[in-house]
């Protein structure tokens, strides 16, 4: 499994991942900060989208997330209302988690990324969460 994993890192270019031995199987533990939120109506599902992974790149390219997942609703089926795209971003701990923050803030590079694309979200639609794999030692 640690093959398996560091391969992974090599191919994806990022660190290696932090997980747990489960008596043969190998779970991956993370903080999952995750993003419910619509887009705008000036914009096309497709080019945010495109905006939103341009910032993304940019956190897993400075090692400051692991990786990150966008989806979208599926035929509008859900039990409650919510907004229809849903990201997923995953850090080790609440440091690379803090830091993502802070490049975010003080990195021109990122904030020019970030501001173009957030520039587009729904205030009126985002919710924010902060899941971690459970059980855990954290």
């Known amino acids: 499994t640690q093959v398996l994993l560091g391969w992974w890192s090599a191919l994806y270019n990022t660190r290696p991942l932090q997980g747990r031995d489960t008596g043969g199987l190998f779970r991956i533990m993370a903080n999952i900060y995750t993003i419910y939120a619509d887009h705008k109506e000036s914009i096309s599902a497709l ?15 400075q090692k400051k997330m692991n990786s990150y997942r966008v989806t979208r609703m599926k035929l509008g089926f859900r039990s409650m209302d919510l907004p229809e795209f849903r990201i997923d971003m995953e850090f080790d701990n609440m440091q690379q988690l803090d830091d993502a923050m802070t490049v975010t803030i003080h990195d021109k590079s ?6 173009g ?3 587009f979200v729904d205030v009126e639609t985002i919710q924010h969460f902060l899941y971690r794999d459970y059980p855990d030692e954290q």
């Open 47 to 61: 080019e945010f989208v495109k905006k939103m992974n341009l910032f993304l790149d940019k956190l897993v390219e």
């Open 110 to 115: 990122v904030d020019k990324v970030h501001v």
């Open 117 to 119: 694309f957030n520039q």
